[in-house]
Each structure stands twice: as structure tokens, then as C-alpha cells.
């Protein structure tokens, strides 16, 4: 029983397109998050959410859009892609914001935009 | 911005050999963590240390967290082909609301 799952695992998607990544957690958290991996594995955090709420917003375009409809799920929507969204995506959640808790990671998702 | 750079970046070692990875910043961190990810899956979490001089043990995995809590380091004794992994150290970010992370060594033990 995955405790972070998140779909699809690979997204292949043309320039222009808009794609949606959902993650779903089962551990009763009340914090998720995204990360993006590039190339060269640098994790790199892009939205926090506690309890429905927005509490991390990084430096990210607006055509990134996290929903969380309830705190088990948080989905991310992306408009126009662009060849530099090219990357994995992460998505993770722990019982709290604070960071001596651990974090639990989905498998991630590829996405690869040509 | 607080930074983890870790070094080395790639390391390929035989088995049986012994390394160590180094995780440092300029700035202090509360706590930090350790993950290892494989490859097609996510970052999973070995250790978290919080104090100052702190040593924890797992298994062939020693841990330590610098007196001065801005560094760390990973010593694996007798590496085996199964350590093989993308190892992360992380810290608890401004604001204590996030995770930043390291930008990882990429540990290979060839048989």
C-alpha cells in the first residue's frame, strides 16, 4: 500500500500543452509538497501546502498551479509547457511543517516536454 | 538562501572499501537530514541529526553533524554493491517551513 503515490509516473507532452501531476498520500499528513529534480538531481522545493493551505510558494512561473481539494491530495497543474519544464517531479508529505519530522517521497514523474 | 553543497559530486569505489561524503553550508541549521534515492524512485530517509556533535549508526552508515551544526558527514565502512544510490543531505530551510536540499553524490560500489 504506497504511502505517496503520485500519476502518471511518465508524461510525454508537446510544447503548449497543459498537463496535470496528482499525488495522493495515505499517511494522514498534514503537509505536501512539490519538489522538481533536473538533470543534474538538484531537488529543488516549488509549493508547500499545510492543511489546504498555501504556506510555500517558490519562485516558480505562474503557469504552475498547485489544488489541494482535501490534505491527502495535492495535484499540480501546468499550462503552456516549455522544453525547460523538462524534469521529475516530486511530490512529499510529513506530519508537520517543521523539518525534524521525516519526509515521505512519491516514485516521481517524468515529464519530458518536446 | 542557505546552501548544502556536498562533495563529492560522483564517487565509484570497489567493494569493501571505506568513504566518506561531506555535506557543508555557511549557515546553521537546526537539523539535518540524510536521504538516499534510487534510481526511478524518490528520496527516502536514512537519519535526521539535531545536535551539535551528534553521531548515529546504522548499520555500516555513520552519521555525524558538525559541533557547529553547518556541516555533516556520511561514512559508509565495507561499501557494498547494494549502497549504490544518489545520497542527499538536507536541511531545514528559512522559515522552518521546507526542506533544502544538497545537490547529492552519486555513489557507485563496483563488485
Known amino acids: 500500500d504506497t504511502a505517496v503515490s503520485q500519476t502518471p509516473k511518465y508524461l510525454v507532452t508537446q510544447m503548449g500543452n497543459d498537463k496535470s501531476i496528482k499525488c495522493e498520500q495515505n499517511?494522514?499528513?498534514?503537509?505536501m509538497y512539490w519538489y522538481k529534480q533536473d538533470s543534474k538531481k538538484f531537488l529543488k522545493i516549488m509549493f508547500s501546502?499545510?492543511?489546504?493551505?498555501?504556506?510555500i510558494n517558490e519562485t516558480v512561473p505562474n503557469r504552475f498551479s498547485p489544488k489541494s481539494p482535501d490534505k491527502a491530495h495535492l495535484n499540480l497543474h501546468i499550462n503552456s509547457l516549455e522544453l525547460g519544464d523538462s524534469a521529475v517531479y516530486f511530490c512529499?508529505?510529513?506530519?508537520?511543517?517543521?523539518?525534524?519530522?521525516?519526509?515521505?517521497f512519491g516514485q516521481g514523474t517524468r515529464l519530458t516536454v518536446v | 538562501t542557505q546552501l548544502l553543497e556536498q562533495s563529492p559530486q560522483f564517487l565509484s569505489i570497489q567493494e569493501g572499501e571505506n568513504l566518506t561524503v561531506y555535506c557543508n553550508s555557511s549557515?546553521?541549521?537546526?537539523?539535518l537530514q540524510w536521504y538516499r534515492q534510487e534510481p526511478g524512485e524518490g528520496p527516502v530517509l536514512l537519519v535526521t541529526?539535531?545536535?551539535?556533535?551528534e553521531v548515529k549508526k546504522l548499520k555500516r552508515l555513520t552519521f555525524q553533524f558538525g559541533d557547529a551544526r553547518k556541516d555533516s558527514s556520511l561514512h559508509i565502512t565495507a561499501a557494498q554493491p547494494g549502497d549504490t544510490g544518489l545520497y542527499l543531505c538536507?536541511?531545514?530551510?528559512?522559515?522552518?517551513?521546507?526542506?533544502?536540499f544538497g545537490q547529492g553524490t552519486r555513489l557507485t560500489i563496483n563488485p
Open positions: 512529499a508529505s510529513s506530519q508537520l511543517p517543521r523539518l525534524n519530522t521525516e519526509a515521505f
Open positions: 499517511l494522514g499528513h498534514d503537509t
Open positions: 501546502y499545510n492543511n489546504k493551505e498555501l504556506i
Open positions: 549557515s546553521v541549521f537546526s537539523s
Open positions: 541529526v539535531v545536535t551539535g556533535g
Open positions: 538536507a536541511g531545514e530551510g528559512e522559515g522552518a517551513q521546507k526542506l533544502v
